[in-house]
């Protein structure tokens, strides 16, 4: 499917000189430090294999999986899946070197008319399908106000998505402390139904302890993260979107290329606005 570049798949990219291929580490280093760290005060506190425990990681992973999917459908948690798997080699586009492309297609359709454009798009020049999809309707002859709107709604489409993924995790970050809270409850019933057995007390202690502790990990160091990771790439490539639609609108009535720029400088922050003319 053409659409806008989507997090459920690998992205395009932008115009090929916009592209930036990148390992993207942030997401290895934030989580595996931060699980690292954990690790290490466990194995300095003494006794690390005291916190592993088969029942509480049943109770805590299979419940937290069983019930995100029965809140979604498979096919939600599986683009779910692919999305985080693409975080860590998250193709980042600059959106100001998308910009001064963008203008530079505009200046040069300007000159030498919408037409001029055919040949760009069918050698893959333009690489970004929303943008490449709006630039062939307009050279088609479809009136701008309606490319424009079938531009919004792929867009709109790929936010969509987009956010259900970001939703899944949270869904999943709602559940895993509340599976530990149930393993507790499990394991100091275990607990106090065997006092008369010293032996079978420490683990249901073990149970009712290591579940609340699984379950934040799981919550607070591994899918709340991962969801805002999400949710920020997701609104980077939302930007990238918006300035695809307002220059294909402009490509498509000739407007000064400057006027262009002032657009789509005006989307963007101050630090990655564009100075194309100057």
């Known amino acids: 499917m053409r659409d806008g570049v989507d997090l459920e798949r690998p992205p395009t990219g932008a115009p090929r000189r916009a592209e930036a291929n990148a390992f993207d580490p942030a997401t290895v280093l934030g989580l595996g ?21 088969l029942p509480s990681v049943l109770i805590v992973l299979g419940g937290t999986a069983f019930l995100t999917l029965a809140s979604f459908t498979l096919p939600d948690v599986g683009v779910t899946l692919a999305a985080v798997a693409r975080t860590v080699s998250y ?17 040069g359709a300007r000159k030498g008319g ?18 490449a999809k709006g ?15 079938l531009m919004r709604r792929e867009l709109g489409a790929m936010l969509g998505r987009h956010r259900k993924s970001a ?3 949270r869904r999943g970050a709602e559940i895993a402390p509340a599976m530990g809270l ?31 502790f699984y379950g934040a990990v799981l919550a607070h160091m591994i899918l709340n993260p991962l969801a805002s990771k999400l949710e920020r790439n997701s609104a980077e490539e939302t930007l ?3 300035l695809n639609v307002v220059a294909a609108g402009s490509i498509g009535r000739q407007e000064n290329p400057r006027r262009l720029e002032m657009l789509l400088n005006s989307l963007m922050p101050p630090a990655r606005r564009i100075r194309y003319f100057d």
């Open 33 to 53: 430090g931060a699980l690292a760290l954990v690790a290490l005060a466990l194995a300095l506190g003494g006794a690390p294999l005291a916190f592993l425990d």
């Open 91 to 107: 193709q980042r586009r600059d959106p100001s070197a998308v910009a001064r492309e963008l203008v530079r297609l505009a200046d």
């Open 114 to 131: 919408l037409l001029s454009l055919q040949a760009p798009i069918t050698n893959g020049e333009i690489a970004d399908p929303l943008l």
């Open 135 to 149: 630039l062939t309707l307009l050279v088609d002859g479809l009136k701008v106000e309606e490319a424009e709107e």
């Open 167 to 169: 939703s899944v995790l």
């Open 182 to 212: 149930i393993g507790t409850l499990i394991g100091l019933v275990q607990m106090l139904g065997r006092l008369d057995d010293p032996s079978a007390i420490g683990p249901a202690m073990a149970v009712a302890l290591l579940t609340t």
């Open 240 to 242: 990238i979107g918006q």
